[in-house]
């Protein structure tokens, strides 16, 4: 009998798969979820046991948390990366750890078959196809509610006829959790014009009173909160999280372009993400020259979108990877946040790196390393070559 290998979540589409591959394709179904931190113990205690009872020959959760933040996180903080200059890349960061982890699982197993639940509609497809092929190559992927364009109705029916009748009610938000953020789609992110209401949200408000809280940083890793540090850079996130969460911060609204072309929108909420990537930010304005910012800026931004459409294998990113990595050498030192509902500001650093140093001046106040006369001097040759212009060709009407 050949084998398959299921990349299984316990929804709809995987839980569909699991019985029409085994039964209608006569094939060896192995289940396989890959755990990137957004599932609690009693979740991956209940996908199992839901992978168990359809009937798949195995079942095993990988955990890749900590690769996901190696390979993913970890750069998308030294990039400061919001795709569009607003969306963290929450969940579908981690698609790359997902695939990769499955893909492998499946040629060390020597399956003949690699199946996912995503539709023909929506960016997943592209990224498992992707890492698939690339990583296992030799194993044919199947996709069945793509290749078959099947309705939820029509899966549920499938299933129910086959013994199978889990809730499958649809919820009226579909919400997918992670450790870099969670997103929301409904009724209203299939518009252009409405918002999410509030109690679709997963983190509700609970705090009103605004709090201060300190972030460290080394080499531009978030290592700290509050004088806490963390050798597991995964803690110190969830630590930030479960407090930045209670104000109800880090939400937004994503519109953007998809791998397939169409315009998508989702709602998420990524309370310590957002936090993290600002106060990442501020301190690096703090501890790096004007042109290492530029280029990281130009840089990021490519970056940041080449891994949201699941290019992570490209080498190319591996070249930026380095850019990043050196570029975080002196981003160490602490950045005070303050809370308050619904929003958060940067107040301030504190570095040994700080650039800002008034032993060389304070801007708008004292002069300290030069006089007066070589600001002359600079200020008439920084400008000469428009001078000479100008004296040339007369200013234009």
């Known amino acids: 009998m050949k084998k398959v290998v299921l990349a299984f979540s316990g929804g709809l589409d995987t839980s569909y798969c699991a019985i029409y591959l085994a039964k209608e394709m006569g094939l060896e179904v192995h289940a396989a979820l890959a ?5 609690s113990d009693e979740e991956l205690a209940d996908i199992e046991r839901r992978a168990l009872g359809l009937g798949v020959k195995s079942y095993v959760a990988l955990d890749v948390t900590q690769d996901y933040y190696e390979n993913t996180i970890k750069y998308m903080v030294f990039g400061n990366v919001l795709k569009n200059s607003t969306y963290p890349i929450s969940v579908s960061s981690e698609r790359i750890s997902q695939a990769t982890v499955i893909a492998k699982y499946a040629k060390d197993m020597g399956a003949d078959f690699l199946c996912h639940g995503s539709t023909g509609a929506g960016n997943d497809q592209i990224r498992f ?4 092929n690339i990583i296992a190559p030799e194993v044919e992927v199947i996709a069945l509610v793509r290749e078959k364009r099947l309705s939820r109705e029509e899966e549920i029916a499938y299933l129910r006829s086959n013994g199978v009748d889990f809730n499958f009610e649809k919820a009226e938000y579909s919400i997918n959790q992670g450790i870099w953020g969670t997103s929301i789609g409904g009724k209203e992110t299939l518009t252009s014009s409405e918002t999410l209401p509030e109690a679709a949200y997963p983190s509700q408000l609970t705090e009103t009173e605004p709090t201060n809280v300190k972030l460290t940083f080394e080499k531009g890793e978030f290592v700290g909160l509050n004088g806490e540090r963390f050798e597991n850079k995964i803690e110190a996130i969830q630590k930030l999280n479960a407090i930045a969460s209670k104000y109800a911060i880090g939400r937004d609204m994503h519109i953007g372009d998809t791998i397939i072309g169409i315009k998508g929108r989702v709602g998420f909420e990524a309370a310590a993400p957002m936090v993290i990537i600002k106060a990442h ?19 990021s931004a490519f970056y940041g979108n080449h891994l949201h459409e699941g290019q992570y294998y490209d ?12 570029s975080q050498r002196y981003v160490t030192g602490d950045v005070l946040v303050e809370l308050h509902p619904y929003r958060f500001v940067m107040v301030g650093v504190e570095s040994e790196h ?11 106040e ?10 002359k001097g600079f200020g008439k040759m920084f400008g000469n070559q428009n001078t000479i212009f100008y004296k040339i060709n007369g200013l234009e009407e």
Do not use: C
């Open 354 to 364: 700080d650039l800002m140093s008034d032993k060389f001046g304070a801007y708008g």
């Open 129 to 132: 196809d992707m890492i698939f």
């Open 35 to 39: 755990n990137t931190g957004g599932f």
């Open 315 to 326: 080498p190319v990113m591996r070249d930026m990877e380095a850019m990043l990595d050196k």
């Open 281 to 299: 930010h501020m301190l690096e304005k703090h501890t790096l020259t004007k042109w290492q910012l530029f280029w990281k800026d130009q840089i």
């Open 366 to 375: 004292t002069m300290s390393d030069w006089t007066s006369e070589d600001v």
